[in-house]
């Protein structure tokens, strides 16, 4: 029952900008720990933001300054605003949670395509 959707994915020229949506069912969205990562053909996943329950945020330095990870707890939602996009940012973009209780749990959407064209 648990399911991460996301959204806003798609095709933008380089220095464009995006807005990833995360929607989360079945969990408790609030105290929960949200994430974007990202994976791209011959590399291995990586963190892109991270976003805890208290909003306390975290990035690489592959991004900081460029993303912006946020949440709405009325809507069970966490964001990921893209600015400044460059070609090494075009992977499969997912969201991810991890939470304590009732137990540890992680879970994964499904991903959404980012391209970046130069």
């Known amino acids: 029952q648990v399911q991460l959707v996301e959204s806003g994915g798609g095709l933008v020229q380089a220095g464009g900008s995006l807005r990833l949506s995360c929607k989360a069912t079945g969990i408790l969205f609030r105290i929960a720990d949200m994430g974007w990562y990202r994976q791209a053909p011959g590399k291995q996943r990586e963190l892109v933001a991270r976003?805890?329950?208290?909003?306390?945020?975290n990035y690489p330095d592959s991004v900081k300054g460029r993303f912006t990870i946020s949440r709405d707890n009325a809507k069970n939602t966490v964001y990921l605003q893209m600015n400044s996009l460059k070609p090494e940012d075009t992977a499969v973009y997912y969201c991810g949670t991890r939470f304590s209780f009732p137990r540890p749990s992680e879970y994964w959407g499904q991903g959404t395509q980012v391209t970046v064209s130069s």
């Open positions: 976003i805890t329950s208290s909003e306390s945020t």
